[in-house]
């Protein structure tokens, strides 16, 4: 029997994607490649694609079984909670067999009705609420209906406003699109403690009952994914609001007023005057709906995975404060879900950082300065694991990158990613297959990638990070969220205004940033951790935490006792600081705050009003250290230079000597540093750790010496361990009743990325036919053209019919091949191929996968490509290359290695040689 290492702690912990036909021969395969790459953990997660029935027999008999042979290989399995996402439908199983348990809502709808109308409410269900509103007036009036109707008597046109709680009737995509999956409308009552448990029933007590000996061994616990306190259908003129069939009661239990003669001022914004009462209203509501949904969802879980030895990680939806009404609508509060996890956990898609917002923009905000929000979004997770005591923190990170990708960003991300605290990198997604719109889904880490085979030392490089990253960060500065501002200034409604003053983002982000960008290691303060802390001579006591500063960004609005807790640190002797606004309302009798300096974040000056007096244990001095993040955890300072450029600046710092320098990932570039001069290459790290005796050579950076010699020329010799791949432009015509290639009547054009925009499902169009033309100006030794499955049936070049393909690996193991080389003439080919629509494009499966996109279809040879406007050219390879994009030399779609090769004379034999 083969011997396999041990387990090793602090690796990558990817989703393995199980998204295709599943075959056990594959699977070992990819098995053994993931212990290869240096990945010892992994998260099973069934997604879009999967053949199996997702949590019927022959799921639950593949996932025992490969826990079996992951355990032969010393490997730990986590479990990702349910089929795609977000958590909640158990493959839609729980919505359809117990409709008691679907997510409901208040919604709300606003129009106007003029004098002497007549209003019917024609709504499936009951009214909540009705009100009305004279025009020219401030104040929601109660009406009652009449037989479901009222007629307008006022005598001038009203404003009527009424409510009904209704079902979610979509389905979600954890609903769709596997073997056995059916779109069924619904999502789980997440505030229902009950519905949860029904839920938890489909899933984690199935493998329980599987595996019960393996937990807390080889199964490590359990992934959720973005769970929803309230999910809504978005329809035009309506709004809503999170319900559970206990709400109202536990509302006037706990507040002694019945909230449903309140619903206007928690949908709108409502003049002050009328309504004193709207802000303490909506913080009520919200920081009810918050203990419920936190209580019902994540206590639920932890305490289940607790209870059975294993552990609980996963993140929320809208974690960012972009847009603070969606992030109060979807969460509540994202901390009061995190603390009940073993492993709180956070998400970032593709490899953005506060330093670089990528093309998920619209996902976050396109405005200047949104990369900021990533901040929060980090420190939310981080900054709670301190107050828990969880030992690690996970980020769902690297998802939806690009294919192109490369490990370079994603160190760089993971730079500042350990430096905030993350530990238990999800790096995303190793997928079972890319056929078919994969490629598009999940990102970059298709096994065919050429790093792939080097990824071991990025796994090693992670390993280091992350024991970096779980050593406590030397902060005594917190930043406070405003958690009751955000609660009590945002109504509900999406036409609605914030309170101006409750406007949190433009502040908090703008304090984060001028930390971060000055070096300030900080946390997060929540509400519930400061009113648990206590208060001695300037020091604020929190969990694991002693801070000497504490800093209130834009919060207008604070209940009495976090007033009087903040005005206690400030009153004996700690530095407290309010940023755009100091408390106004929310408590009955607001301390003084006069004597706490009040900045303006919009200020010039604001970072460094902000910063110049704080506690810290090092400075980095230069404007080139703008872009370098800096975190000192435990004894070690991170030094990561963010930026594509290389920087050069001055550490002040109370580290005690010996300081051991390493670059992390290659154990070779370490040695003692002394002075105060750093110098980072782009994306360079450096980890600097106190009293520790260093062994090995300085990295490149500080041995390149300023006398370099430029090599002769610009072209290099070359070696290509692969051939060259190219893809033609094609037109796609749809044969929905059979037809035959010369009977097709419409020829639509495909983009050179195959996009042709014409969306069409299985059972629309089971079949389709695909024409291109390429030139080859000169003949290839040999010629193939591979294609992403064997639905690409049929194959015509020239005419003539190349006999059937066979299997091949190029970007994935399920790609064909069809021998070219026999048919292919110089000049102008003509080539027509057939094939079968995705069974993945049913209907009966996803509501959400859309078909637009031809898949690729590659030509293969010793050949190098031109492009004439949609014409492709095949020429012959050049007899050089230059260093630089391949991309302008004729391997646009290469995959393989590229060697280059160049002499070089010398008199005498070089001290060191650096290219």
């Avoid at 990025?458 to 009751?484: D, G, H, N, W």
């Avoid at 782009?682 to 430029?710: C, F, H, M, R």
């Avoid at 190029?810 to 094939?835: C, M, P, R, Y």
Wanted: charged share 25%; glycine share 6%; proline share 5%.
């Amino acid at each position: 029997m083969k011997k396999y290492s041990a387990f090793r702690e602090f690796g990558p912990c990817p989703w393995w994607v199980w998204n295709g036909t599943m075959e056990k021969g594959e699977m070992l395969n990819q098995l053994e490649a993931l212990k290869a790459a240096g990945i010892d953990e992994f998260f099973i997660y069934g997604e879009q694609g999967l053949s199996l029935n997702f949590l019927e027999d022959d799921w639950f008999e593949m996932v025992a079984w490969i826990v079996g042979e992951a355990k032969k290989r010393n490997m730990h399995v986590w479990i990702y909670d349910d089929l795609n996402w977000p958590s909640g439908t158990a493959n839609g199983k729980m919505v359809r067999e117990h409709p008691e348990y679907r997510s409901r809502s208040i919604q709300g709808r606003k129009l106007n009705l003029p004098a002497g109308d007549q209003f019917f409410f024609n709504e499936t269900y009951a009214p909540e609420g009705v009100f009305m509103r004279p025009a020219g007036t401030k104040k929601w009036l109660p009406i009652q209906l009449q037989n479901l109707s009222w007629t307008n008597n006022t005598g001038k046109e009203v404003e009527l406003f009424y409510t009904s709680i209704r079902f979610y009737n979509f389905p979600m995509m954890t609903s769709c699109d596997a073997n056995n999956s059916h779109a069924y409308r619904g999502y789980c009552d997440l505030l229902n403690p009950d519905a949860v448990k029904c839920w938890m029933s489909y899933i984690h007590e199935k493998y329980f009952a599987l595996f019960p000996e393996e937990f807390g061994k080889t199964v490590r616990g359990f992934f959720f994914d973005e769970p929803f306190t309230m999910h809504y259908q978005y329809v035009p003129g309506y709004m809503y609001l999170p319900w559970t069939p206990k709400l109202y009661g536990k509302f006037k239990k706990r507040y002694g007023y019945d909230m449903r003669d309140c619903l206007p001022e928690l949908f709108y914004e409502v003049d002050a005057k009328a309504y004193p009462n709207a802000e303490q209203v909506r913080h009520d509501f919200w920081t009810l709906v918050t203990e419920i949904s936190t209580t019902a969802f994540s206590k639920t879980i932890a305490d289940w995975c607790a209870a059975h030895g294993v552990q609980s990680t996963g993140h929320c939806v809208g974690e960012e404060i972009t847009n603070q009404r969606f992030r109060l609508l979807f969460n509540g509060e994202v901390h009061q879900h995190l603390k009940y996890h073993q492993i709180p956990g956070m998400d970032l898609l593709t490899d953005n950082t506060p330093y670089r917002l990528d093309r998920t923009a619209h996902w976050y905000g396109i405005a200047p300065g949104t990369e900021r929000v990533f901040t929060l979004t980090a420190k939310q997770a981080c900054s709670t694991a301190r107050y828990s005591g969880a030992k690690r923190v996970l980020a769902e990170a690297m998802g939806v990158n690009q294919p192109n990708t490369g490990l370079n960003r994603e160190k760089v991300s993971y730079d500042w990613l350990a430096g905030c605290g993350i530990s238990m990198l999800n790096e995303n997604a190793f997928c079972y297959s890319v056929k078919g719109y994969h490629k598009q889904a999940l990102g970059n880490k298709a096994w065919s990638q050429p790093w792939i085979k080097h990824y071991s030392i990025f796994s090693e490089y992670i390993r280091t990070m992350s024991r970096f990253a779980s050593e406590p960060l030397q902060a005594k500065t917190c930043v406070f969220v405003p958690e009751s501002t955000i609660r009590a200034c945002t109504p509900a409604a999406f036409d609605s205004q914030i309170i101006p003053d409750g406007v949190v983002t433009e502040p908090f982000l703008a304090t984060m940033d001028a930390l971060l960008r000055n070096h300030v290691d900080f946390e997060l303060m929540f509400e519930d951790v400061l009113l648990d802390s206590s208060v001695n001579k300037g020091i604020l006591f929190a969990p694991n935490s002693e801070f000497t500063t504490i800093i209130v960004p834009q919060s207008p609005f604070l209940p009495q006792e976090l007033a009087e807790k903040l005005h206690a640190f400030a009153q004996s002797g700690g530095r407290l600081i309010f940023v755009g606004t100091r408390p106004k309302r929310g408590a009955e009798k607001m301390p003084d705050f006069s004597s706490c300096p009040m900045l303006d974040n919009a200020a010039k000056d604001f970072a460094r009003k902000l910063t110049q007096d704080i506690e810290r244990k090092y400075r980095l001095i230069g404007k080139e250290a703008r872009d370098v993040f800096a975190a000192l955890r435990g004894k070690t300072l991170l030094l990561s230079n963010q930026s594509e450029k290389k920087v050069c600046f001055k550490l002040k710092t109370d580290l005690r000597a010996p300081i051991h320098a390493v670059t992390p990932g290659d154990d070779d570039a370490q040695w003692e540093f002394k002075g105060e001069d750093v110098v980072l290459e782009p994306e360079q790290s450096l980890l600097l750790t106190s009293g520790k005796v260093a062994k090995g050579n300085p990295s490149i950076s500080y041995q390149i010496s300023s006398d370099g010699v430029k090599l002769p020329g610009t072209k290099w010799a070359y070696e290509l361990n692969k051939p060259n791949n190219a893809r033609p432009c094609f037109e796609i015509g749809l044969a929905p009743n059979g037809e035959k290639f010369a009977e097709v009547k419409c020829w639509i054009p495909c983009g050179r990325d195959g996009r042709h925009g014409l969306d069409f499902s299985l059972e629309e169009c089971a079949e389709y036919w695909v024409r291109g033309e390429f030139t080859a100006q000169a003949m290839p030794d040999s010629l193939a053209l591979i294609v992403d499955t064997d639905d690409f049936d049929k194959v015509i070049l020239n005419g003539k019919e190349i006999p059937r393909s066979k299997p091949c690996f190029l970007w994935g193991h399920e790609n064909h091949q069809f021998d070219l080389t026999k048919a292919v003439k110089e000049g102008t080919n003509s080539l027509v191929i057939h094939a079968r629509t995705s069974e993945y494009a049913a209907r009966r499966i996803s509501m959400f996968h859309t078909n637009e996109m031809l898949e690729p279809i590659v030509l293969q040879g010793d050949f190098a490509v031109q492009y004439q406007e949609r014409n492709m050219l095949l020429v012959p390879l050049p007899k050089s290359l230059a260093y630089g994009d391949l991309c302008l030399q004729g391997l646009e779609n290469y995959l393989g290695d590229v060697i280059l090769k160049m002499q070089v004379a010398g008199r005498e034999k070089p001290r060191g040689i650096f290219l």
